[in-house]
């Protein structure tokens, strides 16, 4: 779990957060209020994050992922299955960009400033 939020941190502008309780960690851009890039649930051993369109849609036909439907184009990541340093840390980047990609231009040019 420590992957993810080493991973997760090391991106521009990202924070932790705990609105669900302990047991599951939301990192985020900017602040607490901001936009939502991946989510951890220590307990269950799983890992959200926010992938390419195409990619969401096969997702399901590999090991270790599902499609998460609650968000648009976010899967699972079930981390007993997927845990290798190298693939959490393209996970939480790609996520990462596919949220700031969404950003209106003032919020994407602070990224860019820092």
């Given at each position: 779990?420590?992957?993810?939020?080493?991973?997760?941190?090391?991106?521009?502008?990202?924070?932790?957060?705990?609105?669900?309780?302990?047991?599951?960690?939301?990192?985020?851009?900017?602040?607490?209020?901001?936009?939502?890039?991946?989510?951890?649930?220590?307990?269950?051993?799983?890992?959200?994050?926010?992938?390419?369109?195409?990619?969401?849609?096969?997702?399901?036909?590999?090991?270790?992922?599902?499609?998460?439907?609650?968000?648009?184009?976010?899967?699972?990541?079930?981390?007993?299955?997927?845990?290798?340093?190298?693939?959490?840390?393209?996970?939480?980047?790609?996520?990462?960009?596919?949220?700031?990609?969404?950003?209106?231009?003032?919020?994407?040019?602070?990224l860019n400033n820092t």
């Open positions: 779990m420590e992957k993810v939020r080493t991973a997760a941190l090391s991106m521009p502008q990202a924070l932790e957060d705990y609105p669900f309780g302990e047991g599951i960690t939301v990192f985020r851009i900017f602040d607490r209020k901001g936009p939502i890039f991946t989510i951890l649930s220590e307990e269950k051993g799983i890992l959200n994050v926010r992938v390419p369109r195409d990619f969401f849609e096969i997702c399901d036909t590999i090991e270790g992922f599902a499609p998460l439907k609650v968000w648009k184009n976010w899967i699972t990541v079930d981390l007993t299955l997927v845990n290798s340093k190298r693939e959490i840390n393209d996970l939480v980047a790609e996520s990462w960009h596919e949220v700031t990609e969404n950003l209106p231009k003032k919020k994407r040019d602070l």
